[in-house]
């Protein structure tokens, strides 16, 4: 089993910036990918971007390219979203996930989550 808990969550106005961080315990050898979701009220949990344990690969969504940036600290087992240039609609329930294939988008390939952190961002 994998244990991941998000923590950096909280209010900044439009512009601004938040890092998240997601820190892994238990079986975390096993590990091969972690990505970061978002859940905004009425809306359907969406893929933000992931990093591939093994190389370091990374995917974004189109709406956060040039805006956010994933990375892996494996010695500490914690990746972190720096999210630059927050825009209102990035207000959203942020979740981290373990498992799922390199670039994989779906959540349902995903075996472990995080409680989440809320984002919200004001204009």
């Known amino acids: 089993q994998v244990q991941l808990v998000e923590s950096g969550g909280g209010s900044v106005q439009a512009g601004g910036s938040l890092r998240l961080s997601c820190a892994a315990s238990?079986?975390?050898?096993?590990?091969?990918?972690i990505g970061w979701f978002r859940q905004a009220p009425g809306k359907e949990r969406e893929f933000v971007t992931s990093?591939?344990?093994?190389?370091?690969?990374?995917f974004y969504v189109d709406s956060v390219k040039g805006r956010f940036t994933i990375s892996s600290d494996n010695a500490k087992n914690t990746v972190y979203l720096q999210m630059n240039s927050l825009k209102p609609e990035d207000t959203a329930v942020y979740y981290c996930?373990?498992?799922?294939?390199?670039?994989?988008?779906?959540?349902?390939?995903?075996?472990?989550w995080g409680q989440g952190t809320q984002v919200t961002v004001s204009s």
């Open positions: 996930a373990a498992g799922g294939r390199l670039g994989s988008r779906s959540d349902y390939e995903y075996d472990s």
């Open positions: 238990g079986r975390t050898f096993s590990i091969y990918n």
């Open positions: 990093i591939n344990k093994i190389g370091g690969r990374t």
